[in-house]
């Protein structure tokens, strides 16, 4: 995973891909959060496959992008996804979804603009100088926002008495869009009923390698950034924040 899609870690890949062709193995990177965003060098970072889809970059979903180099063809024509045709090279038949691929370029197209890179970090920093001002807020993942995936914040708030979802659901009735790092694995309650040592709601996996203390890492939520949101958006949600937190 060239970055992180929940706590914005970026790898170096380029280190990887040297590894990689050391000991000759097969390099594939899943470049999702990365495909527009970052600097992605398939040939400085010796990248045999890399995989993205277009809803990351404000695309249509169910569109997808596969770099495959030349010299490893063969592999997917052996294995191919869908049989039955000769399409795409034999390696997947059926007939392609041309408005979606247009739809995709057209999309990618827009996010390789640099000025919108820099209203992402831009913004990013402008959120999190706010948001680490109420009590108790830890950023999880790279400290450093310039090691770290542009737009992406993953914060933990010690002094919620009350679990993620929670706050997504308040979040979410006040018009703000975030997500959680937990899943609930039980539907016998609501969110509402919901007490953090419920032994139901499980904690960001993701968060939990990074051995983030369990209470903290089930308070925590994932805010991404686009360079459709605005100053004023970013604003109102700090006020709300404030208000919940």
């Known amino acids: 995973m060239h970055a992180n899609s929940e706590i914005g870690t970026v790898q170096d890949i380029k280190a990887i891909g040297a590894l990689c062709k050391l000991y000759s193995a097969y390099f594939h990177s899943d470049c999702v959060q990365s495909l527009g965003k970052l600097d992605i060098d398939v040939k400085a970072s010796n990248l045999d496959f890399i ?12 569109i997808g992008f596969l770099y ?22 034999g390696f997947r038949s059926g ?3 041309s408005s979606a691929i247009i739809a ?60 993620s979802e929670q706050l997504v659901l308040q979040l979410d009735l006040r018009g703000i869009c975030v997500s959680s790092g937990s899943a609930c694995t039980s539907n016998k309650k609501t969110f509402t ?8 709601i499980e904690s960001s996996y993701v968060l939990r390698a ?7 890492a089930k308070k925590a939520i994932r805010i991404s950034l686009s360079w459709m949101n605005t ?9 709300i924040m404030e208000k919940l937190v």
């Open 95 to 97: 007939t392609e979804n």
């Open 51 to 62: 995989s993205s889809s277009a809803h990351k970059i404000h695309g249509p979903k169910g």
């Open 193 to 200: 009923d919901t007490p953090l040592d419920d032994p139901y």
């Open 104 to 163: 995709f370029a057209t999309a990618l197209k827009l996010m390789l603009d640099p000025n919108k890179q820099k209203k992402i970090k831009a913004l990013q920093k402008q959120l999190w100088t706010e948001l680490q001002k109420l009590p108790e807020c830890i950023l999880n993942g790279p400290q450093d926002l310039n090691k770290r995936l542009a737009g992406n914040l993953n914060l933990s708030f010690q002094s919620l008495k009350f679990t």
């Open 231 to 239: 100053e004023e958006e970013l604003k109102k949600m700090t006020e």
């Open 68 to 89: 495959i180099r030349k010299a490893r063809h063969k592999t997917f024509l052996d294995n191919a996804l869908i049989v039955g045709g000769s399409q795409e090279r």
């Open 210 to 216: 990074c051995r983030i203390d369990e209470a903290i």
